[in-house]
């Protein structure tokens, strides 16, 4: 059964993105909504169908969450963004050297992985379309910088998915 997806952009997506503090937050919202309603139809599931390792509402891939520490937020000119994204982890899942598990809390913790959802989005090299309600936009947005050129997803999947889920 879907999240609610009220309660998903009201208690999860908005608080998240405020905190962030990044630019173009209405349009980052409506975004990251779409990324949830399509990639896991807002929570039909949080790991990814097929056995492939992609996680959560928005079915990062480790590797992905990764790339995002080590070239981008593990340098120290973002201590202070990595502070804030870091600070929505949970003690648990934890891993084996008892610190937070990034990756498991791609599935288990929506706060964090609304956090690196939009960490993904906002180091792609593209401006954000500048409307948020610019559904083609933001599907194109999705599909060259989150699902990728070579990704199974298609913009009109995204389109059709966020009618479904959030219309």
Not at 83 to 112: C, E, R
Not at 114 to 137: E, F, K, Q, V
Not at 138 to 143: D, F, M, R, S, V
Request: proline fraction near 8%; hydrophobic fraction near 40%; charge should be negative.
């Amino acid at each position: 059964m879907p999240i609610n997806s009220d309660q998903l952009r009201t208690l999860i997506v908005q608080p998240v993105l405020a905190a962030l503090n990044l630019p173009a937050p209405d349009v980052a919202e409506n975004l990251i909504m779409g990324t949830a309603a399509h990639e896991s139809h807002l929570g039909d599931y949080i790991k990814q169908v097929g056995g492939g390792p992609a996680m959560g509402i928005y079915q990062m891939e480790p590797a992905t969450l990764n790339d995002c520490y080590v070239n981008y937020l593990d340098y120290s000119s973002r201590a202070a963004l990595k502070t804030v994204v870091d600070g929505f982890l949970a003690a648990q899942p934890a891993g084996p050297d008892g610190s937070p598990d990034k990756a498991a809390q791609l599935a288990s913790n929506m706060a964090y992985a609304t956090a690196m959802c939009r960490i993904r989005y906002y180091r792609a090299p593209g401006a954000l379309p500048s409307d948020p309600n610019d559904l083609s936009g933001l599907a194109a947005y999705w599909k060259q910088y989150y699902n990728t050129p070579l990704g199974a997803g298609t913009v009109e999947q995204f389109i059709a998915d966020y009618n479904r889920y959030l219309g």
